[in-house]
């Protein structure tokens, strides 16, 4: 049912594949600012759980069940989550924002990647710790609408396509190519929004 086979050169499975499409289109709407990203932010998590379940990526797949739980919270800020329950618009994190973010990342890779190491049988506990805590830094950025979430999401999908090729995984390592060049449209896009301009 959902066995290997090759397309356009690289090994995928039907789940992979599935995953993947609705990841794009996940990225697509939510550099377009569209709310209804978050629905297929919450089905391509869903499914990728499983693929990184199948590839002992442990780290990635508890993150997609994290990634579901926000994606419900996030739906709910973008719609709401302004001023008097106004639809959030983009803003820049401010200098504590940043400091804050970056030590949270740290300590997550800590603790992520040590429970990975004690409790698992991955063999790439701490890329697969550093990358799950980037991760979530991402996702609560994004959650909020700040333009810094693309620059994370930059950093943490040049590093995931290389995890990817090591783990044969080599049509999400194109996704995340892929991602690394949308992510950059997306920071121009939001920058310029936070900034007033068209």
Same mark, same amino acid.
């Given at each position: 049912m959902n066995d290997s086979f090759v397309l356009l050169g690289l090994a995928t499975t039907p789940l992979e594949l599935t995953a993947l499409v $609705? /990841?794009?289109?996940t990225v697509v709407l939510n550099i377009r600012q569209t709310h209804w990203a978050w629905l297929f932010a919450i089905a391509s998590s869903a499914?990728?759980?499983i693929v990184f379940l199948n590839a002992r990526l442990y780290g990635d797949m508890g993150l997609q069940g994290v990634f579901i739980a926000v994606s419900v919270w996030g739906w709910y800020q973008w719609l709401y989550g302004g001023?008097?329950?106004?639809? $959030?618009?983009?803003?820049r994190s401010n200098r504590a924002g940043w400091i804050g973010g970056i030590a949270g990342w740290l300590v997550l890779f800590v603790a992520i990647g040590y429970a990975l190491r004690k409790f698992t049988d991955t063999d790439v506990p701490h890329i697969d710790g550093f990358l799950t805590a980037g991760s979530l830094l991402g996702q609560l950025l994004l /959650?909020?609408?700040k333009v810094e979430n693309w620059i994370v999401w930059i950093v943490v999908d040049v590093l995931y396509v290389g995890l990817y090729i090591h783990k044969d995984l080599h049509a999400t390592a194109v996704l995340y190519a892929a991602f690394v060049?949308?992510?950059?449209f997306g920071w121009r896009a939001w920058a310029r929004a936070a900034d007033g301009k068209p």
């Open positions: $609705l /990841s794009v289109i499914v990728y759980g001023e008097q329950h106004a639809p $959030l618009v983009a803003t /959650s909020r609408k060049v949308m992510a950059v």
